[in-house]
Nanobody, 120 residues
Framework: VQLQASGGGLVQAGEFLRLSCAASGTGFTINTMGWFRQAPEKQRELVATVTDGGITTYSDSVQGRFTVSMEYAKKTVTLQMSSLKAEDTALYFC???????????????WGQGTLVTVSS
């Protein structure tokens, strides 16, 4: 499965930004999609994920400010980020957990990352 993300950029603190990511390939079904991020000199961390059943998970740092959603049929995930802060500056990675049709083993893939820079 390949992931193509878009929507990163430079914004000012307090502003809004939307990230989108599309999964492509054949013969697979999605279990979970979402976003992780990695700031300079820090480890990659969870931002938000959403399952095929619509269950969402958010990190404490973005809860209430970010909204993750998935269009299952289109295999796309969107992250709406509001009230952005300087500490949200990071490389954002799209993530997917999936399996081949008829199989139970779950696999994971990552996008190449899209940069979000928030100036204070």
């Amino acid at each position: 499965v390949q992931l193509q993300a878009s929507g990163g950029g430079l914004v000012q603190a307090g502003e809004f930004l939307r990230l989108s990511c599309a999964a492509s390939g054949t013969g697979f079904t999605i279990n979970t999609m979402g976003w992780f991020r990695q700031a300079p000199e820090k480890q990659r961390e969870l931002v938000a994920t959403v399952t095929d059943g619509g269950i969402t998970t958010y990190s404490d740092s973005v809860q209430g400010r970010f909204t993750v959603s998935m269009e299952y049929a289109k295999k796309t995930v969107t992250l709406q980020m509001s009230s952005l802060k300087a500490e949200d500056t990071a490389l954002y990675f799209c993530y997917v957990r999936w399996r081949y049709w008829g199989r139970t083993y779950l696999r994971e893939d990552w996008g190449q990352g899209t940069l979000v820079t928030v100036s204070s």
